[in-house]
Nanobody, 115 residues
Framework: QVQLVESGGGLVQAGGSLRLSCAAS????????MGWYRQAPGKQREAVAL??????INYGDSAKGRFTISRDTENTVYLQMGSLKPEDTAVYYC??????????WGQGTQVTVSS
């Protein structure tokens, strides 16, 4: 089992920055991929950024050039978000996928970007 706890969401003006953190606990050595997804009201959940245990990174189109994902040595993944736009408003979820392809989700953190 893996537990994920997000933090760092909030209200920010357009053009501003936020950093989200996701701390993993439990069987962290089973984790292969960690990442961030988001879901805006009335929309499907979409992938924002993913990072593998080997350090490979993929960004969703909405994040390219504005967001940066990183991972520390053990169990925390970060999403540095810059040049935020009102359309970035969503609940952001941390995700971890184990080597057995079991997916775990955090509870989500709200990001609201005002115009």
């Amino acid at each position: 089992q893996v537990q994920l706890v997000e933090s760092g969401g909030g209200l920010v003006q357009a053009g501003g920055s936020l950093r989200l953190s996701c701390a993993a606990s439990g069987n962290i050595f089973s984790i292969n991929v960690m990442g961030w997804y988001r879901q805006a009201p009335g929309k499907q959940r979409e992938a924002v950024a993913l990072i593998t245990s080997g350090g490979s990174i993929n960004y969703g189109d909405s994040a390219k050039g504005r967001f940066t994902i990183s991972r520390d040595t053990e169990n925390t993944v970060y999403l540095q978000m810059g040049s935020l736009k009102p359309e970035d408003t969503a609940v952001y979820y941390c995700n971890a996928v184990s080597r057995r392809a079991i997916s775990y989700w955090g509870q989500g953190t709200q990001v609201t970007v005002s115009s």
